[in-house]
DNA sequence: TGTCATTGGAAACAATTGTTTGAATATGCC
DNA sequence: GGCATATTCAAACAATTGTTTCCAATGACA
C-alpha cells in the first residue's frame, strides 16, 4: 500500500481543489482538514493561517511556473540571438510553459481556476503576493511582446495583451461548464489541448487586428 | 431634502455595490443593512433569503437589459428585411445595449462586475438562474450571429463567442485594476467608451481568425 | 376612532467560521 | 535509553454568519 504523502502534502492537494471548485471564502478549513484527513490544527500549525495556505496553494504553481517561463524565454532569445521573437513564437512559449507545468499534477484546470479567481475573487492579499511575487516574468515577457509588435501603440499592446489574458483565464477556468454545454450541444469532447489550438489563431488575429478608429474628438475642440 | 428612497430599493442599490467589490460570500448582511440604513431582518423580510437577495439584484439590471435587447434585435432584423445581417451589426447592437442599460443608474462597471461573479464565483444557483431566466435571448443572438458567420464550423463559434464574453466580461469587471496601471505607465485616462472603441477591431478580427489547424490525428488512427 | 395588515426594529437563535490552547504522541539525535 | 524537538489531536475560544422571533410603530380603510 502505498505511503501517504505528508500532512503538508495532503493539505496542499487538498486545499487546491476545494478552492478551484468552490472558492476561497467558501471554502472552510474544516472542509479541507477533513477531507484531508488531518486535524483540523494541522492548517494553522504548518502555514499559520488561511491566507498564507491560500498563499501557498498558488506558489506550488507559480514557483515551478515562473522558472520554467524564464528558461524558455531564455532558449528563445539565444535562439534568435539579438533579432526580434515574433509574436507568435512569444505566444507559443508561453503557452508551453502555462501546459507544462501542473501536466505533473494532471491539474490545469485547477490552476487556470486558481488565476481566475485570483482576479475575479476580494482576496486583495492574494494580487498583491502575486505582483510582488512573480511581476518580474510578466514584466519581462510584455517587453519582448513589444518588441515583436513595434507598430503598436503601447496603450493599445497593454489593452489588447488583457483582452486575450482575459479570453484565456476566462475560458479555462470556466471550463468545466462550458465543456458541458459544448458536449451537449456538439457531442464532441473539448480537450485542454484542444482549446489552446483554437485559442492560437484567435489570440493571434486579436493582437494583429486593425487599428481603432481614433477617438472622436470632443465638440469644444473645434 | 429628497426624500430616500424605499427600504427595498436602498437595500439593492448598497447590496449590489458591496457585492460588485468583494463578491457575495465576502459580503454579510450586516454590512449591507448597516451601509443601507435598514434593519438586519429587512432583508428577509423583504426578499426571504440572501440568495433571493442576489438575484433580485441581478434582476434589475438583466430584465431591462433583455427587453432592451429583444427590442433592438428586432429593430435590426426589420431593417435586414430578411437579408443577412452582418456580425458587426450584431456585435455593434449588443455592446450598445449592454451600454444604454445601466447608464440609467451610472454603474456599468458594476453591471461588468456582477457578471464575472456570476461566471467565477461558486454559486451555482446563480448559473442556474441566469440560465433559465435570461437564457433565451442569448439562444437567439447566437442564432443570428450563426446565421451571420456560415463559414465557421458551430463548434467553432461557440469556443470563440465565449472567448470573446471573456475578453469583454474580464476586462471591463476588472476595470478599475487595469485603469490604475494603465494610467500610471501611460497616462491616459480611459473611459468605457474608449475600451468599447477598442474592443470592436479585435472582437471582429477574432471571430473572423483562420480556422485552427485540424486537430492531429490519434497515432492508432494511422 | 378603532381595526387590521404591513413594515420597522431590537434581540436572540443556532450554526459555522478561523484561531488558539495544552496535553499526548511521535520523531530524531546523542 | 533518554532527552529535546516536532507533530498530532481534541477541545475550547471568540467572532461572525444567516435567520427567526416577538413586539412596536405605521398607515389605510371602515
Do not use: C
Not at 4 to 15: E, F, H, K, N
Not at 69 to 94: K, Q
Not at 133 to 146: A, D, N, P, Q
Request: aromatic share 10%; hydrophobic share 45%; no cysteine.
Amino acid at each position: 500500500m502505498a505511503q501517504q504523502p505528508d500532512t503538508v502534502t495532503r493539505i496542499l492537494d487538498t486545499a487546491e481543489v476545494l478552492f478551484a471548485e468552490r472558492g476561497f471564502a467558501e471554502t472552510s478549513l474544516r472542509n479541507i482538514t477533513s477531507k484531508a484527513k488531518v486535524n483540523l490544527a494541522a492548517v494553522n500549525y504548518h502555514f499559520g493561517s488561511k491566507k498564507a495556505l491560500i498563499q501557498a496553494v498558488f506558489a506550488r504553481y507559480l514557483d515551478p511556473f515562473t522558472v520554467r517561463f524564464h528558461a524558455s524565454l531564455d532558449e528563445l532569445e539565444a535562439d534568435y540571438a539579438g533579432r526580434v521573437i515574433p509574436l507568435e513564437a512569444l505566444l507559443e512559449t508561453m503557452a508551453r510553459s502555462v501546459l507544462e507545468v501542473p501536466a505533473e499534477r494532471n491539474s490545469l484546470k485547477v490552476f487556470m481556476r486558481l488565476l481566475g479567481l485570483a482576479y475575479s475573487q476580494a482576496q486583495g492579499h492574494l494580487r498583491r503576493y502575486i505582483q510582488e511575487e512573480y511581476g518580474s516574468v510578466f514584466t519581462r515577457f510584455t517587453e519582448l511582446v513589444r518588441l515583436a509588435t513595434p507598430e503598436l501603440p503601447d496603450a493599445e499592446r497593454f489593452w489588447r495583451l488583457h483582452f486575450m489574458l482575459g479570453t484565456v483565464i476566462f475560458t479555462l477556468s470556466g471550463l468545466d461548464a462550458l465543456r458541458d454545454i459544448a458536449e451537449k450541444d456538439y457531442g464532441e469532447h473539448v480537450s485542454v489541448r484542444d482549446l489552446v489550438r483554437r485559442l492560437r489563431p484567435v489570440v493571434v488575429a486579436a493582437m494583429n487586428a486593425p487599428l481603432p478608429d481614433p477617438s472622436p474628438v470632443r465638440r469644444e475642440a473645434s
